[in-house]
């Protein structure tokens, strides 16, 4: 019975990309950021070969690492959740996704606003938690909608609980996201809702991400049809609108997505579970919060240990990041970055350094190679290197 766990660490950047002065990110390094906290430890994932990837300098690797590792090149035109997870399933986007640094057409915003009969207000990219702060009182006294976005492709409505129910703007996100298509097609629709009492706003769990569908095939739909599970922790089954998933479990933070791993990981099925730890880039990237950074990158080290405790003879885990999010640069943004592949298993290799990579997309052709699967996709496979 074979089975794969495929790990995203949310913005764990290991590096500036070759080409991050173009995204406007020279210098990012995300790890090297969070290891300048006293919280940051990190032994279990030194075991295995993270601080031997090629660049990663700021901490000693492991003299006999006890797993194979690379460093991965981000190929796609983007720096988001949604390009990032795609090159990983193995899709490659040579186009970017829309982004919108001056806020929301006109039209785009009229159609929408007669759509769920509300207006709308902000309209700007914004912090998460500044919006609310700054428009959070107006939305609640006139029930208008705040719509903003951020260097990401994103059209965000956030809402009050009180204001608007959770399901309401759950249909409001639906609405937005048959309206931005086309040449608005962003990336995703996110309801961000939040309670409390003016001033002290706070953004509550019942996020919702309602993303565009993938434009072609994945390692996802690969797995699918030749009858394995591929299931779905966290934001995985939204970010791929739940295209190639056969099972699926939202996760409210880190700690209950790997709570969900292990449960996981203890039933009998074969294929894919597929995890996204998301509080690395919600809670501490986008804050410029290190310590905050450095204490997650901590908690996940310290339960690491219980997950390879239940890997099971023909199991492979793999941890990995989808971009970077930097908390000491100015910018509260997504950094483009290397980011690390780091593979463990009983018949994995050992102390493997299989240097650095062109794409994310190695990851899904090494997975769809491993349930002897031909595929398509984009990536270049490594098993007969890591097995």
């Not at 608005?184 to 565009?212: C, L, N, Q």
């Not at 797995?223 to 998933?245: H, M, S, T, Y």
């Not at 493997?352 to 491993?370: H, Q």
Request: proline fraction near 4%; include cysteine; charged fraction near 25%.
């Amino acid at each position: 019975m074979k089975r794969v766990f495929l790990i995203v660490l949310d913005s764990f950047g290991i590096g500036e990309a070759p080409d991050a002065k173009d995204f406007h990110d020279e210098g990012s390094n995300t790890i090297k950021a969070a290891s300048t906290s006293e919280f940051f430890s990190m032994p279990n994932m030194q075991k295995l070969g993270l601080f031997n990837i090629d660049g990663v300098d700021c901490r000693e690797g492991n003299e006999k690492p006890q797993g194979s590792f690379a460093r991965m090149t981000e190929t796609s035109k983007g720096k988001d959740t949604t390009i990032g997870h795609w090159e990983i399933a193995g899709i490659q986007s040579m186009k970017p996704l829309p982004t919108y640094p001056d806020g929301f057409p006109a039209d785009v915003l009229e159609k929408f606003s007669k759509a769920v009969n509300r207006g709308v207000i902000c309209n700007k990219p914004y912090s998460g938690t500044d919006v609310i702060r700054d428009y959070g009182k107006e939305h609640v006294e006139t029930g208008d909608l705040i719509v903003y976005t951020s260097a990401d492709s994103v059209f965000q409505i956030a809402a009050h609980e009180d204001v608007v129910p959770i399901e309401t703007l759950y249909e409001y996100c639906r609405i937005a996201r048959e309206i931005l298509v086309g040449e608005h097609g962003v990336g995703r629709v996110i309801a961000r809702p939040f309670e409390g009492e003016y001033p002290d706003y706070k953004r509550t769990s019942r996020r919702h991400d309602f993303s565009i569908l993938p434009p072609q095939e994945t390692m996802l739909h690969n797995l699918k049809d030749k009858g394995l599970d591929v299931i779905a922790v966290g934001k995985i089954n939204d970010i791929f609108a739940g295209q190639g998933i056969t099972e699926y479990v939202y996760t409210s933070n880190n700690d209950e997505g790997i709570d969900r791993t292990l449960e996981y990981m203890d039933k009998e099925f074969e294929g894919l579970c597929f995890i996204n730890l998301v509080d690395f880039d919600m809670l501490y990237g986008h804050r410029n919060d290190v310590d905050g950074y450095a204490k997650a990158l901590t908690n996940f080290d310290n339960r690491l240990p219980s997950i390879l405790e239940k890997l099971g003879e023909d199991d492979i885990l793999m941890i990995t990041a989808d971009h970077g999010c930097d908390p000491l640069t100015p910018s509260t943004d997504h950094s483009r970055e290397y980011t690390p592949w780091v593979i463990y298993g009983k018949k994995v290799k050992e102390n493997n350094n299989l240097g650095t990579r062109d794409t994310f997309s190695d990851i899904a052709k090494t997975i769809t190679d491993y349930f002897g699967i031909t595929s398509g996709i984009a990536g270049k496979s490594v098993l007969k290197d890591i097995i």
